[in-house]
């Protein structure tokens, strides 16, 4: 086996303080932001004159991250923000709450929006899909059990 564990997912977005603003308010901490920029960013990303604004958050515990990206040059593309969670691709990011009703009220003012419908799965999970900053969408369970 060659993965010894999984360091942070990325997601590119065009309003880095609307990323951490709602994302602060799901419960995620920032960890540090940076700018990123030279020979060395454009040959591992594959585009050369790149410059970004990058904001590492971390879930409470500390053990997933998300790095959100802001490009200053080159201009972002629409990569299907608004796409449905049956296209292919990265869909969505998935949080375990204390309190779903509680969690919703607060990311309310942040934008975010009932995809579907708040469902209940048997007695283990209330769970619901929003879409947050960009069009990101995030799935929210609260353990009943």
């Given amino acids: 086996m060659s993965i010894k564990r999984m360091d942070h997912l990325g997601i590119t977005v065009t309003d880095l303080a609307a990323a951490i603003a709602f994302f602060e308010e799901l419960g995620m901490e920032l960890e540090g932001k940076m700018h990123m920029e030279g020979d060395l960013v454009d040959r591992v990303i594959g585009i050369e004159g790149s410059r970004s604004e990058i904001a590492m958050m971390r879930t409470p515990d500390g053990q997933y991250k998300i790095e ?17 969670v049956h296209a292919l691709g990265l869909r969505h990011v998935a949080f375990i709450v204390d309190d779903l009703d509680d969690t919703l009220a607060r990311l309310a003012p942040h934008g975010a929006e009932i995809v579907g419908h708040l469902e209940q799965y048997e007695d283990i999970f209330r769970l619901c899909y929003v879409r947050g900053p960009e069009g990101i969408l995030v799935e929210l369970a609260e353990e009943l059990r």
Avoid: R, T
């Avoid at 959100?68 to 449905?84: R, W, Y």
């Fill in 68 to 84: 959100f990206s802001q490009f200053e040059a080159p201009q972002s593309i629409d990569g299907s923000s608004h796409a449905l």
